[in-house]
């Protein structure tokens, strides 16, 4: 199983990106599959968003309103819209997958960057 995120970059404070992640290995239809950030000086990683086999979604406090997950099956990939930008959402953000109940899967990570 590989997850390859893509979509980050720079941006100024109040713009948008939105981050893909592609599942090659698996077929995610009862995975569950998050969005995580890791910022800068900072060794955790905190859960941003995430969807779980049934669709139902969370999102950290800190993102409500502004950050959206969703996925596409036919296409493997699960997204997250990220409006409203600010300069504590910069950091690297990484997508998960849990293959079941004990292992999971990181991806390799992109970088967002957030200027005021």
């Known amino acids: 199983v590989q997850l390859v995120e893509s979509g980050g970059g720079l941006v100024q404070a109040g713009g948008s990106l939105r981050l893909s992640c592609v599942v090659s290995?698996?077929?995610?239809?009862?995975?569950?599959m998050g969005w995580y950030r890791q910022a800068p000086g900072k060794q955790q990683r905190e859960l941003v968003a995430?969807?779980?086999?049934?669709?139902?979604?969370n999102y950290a406090d800190s993102v409500k309103g502004r950050f959206t997950i969703s996925r596409d099956m036919s296409q493997n990939t699960v997204y997250l819209q990220m409006n409203s930008l600010q300069p504590e959402d910069t950091g690297v953000y990484f997508c998960?997958?849990?293959?079941?109940?004990?292992?999971?899967?990181w991806g390799q990570g992109t970088q967002v960057t957030v200027s005021s």
């Open positions: 998960k997958i849990w293959i079941n109940a004990q292992s999971y899967k």
């Open positions: 290995g698996l077929r995610f239809s009862i995975n569950n």
């Open positions: 995430a969807i779980i086999s049934n669709g139902s979604r």
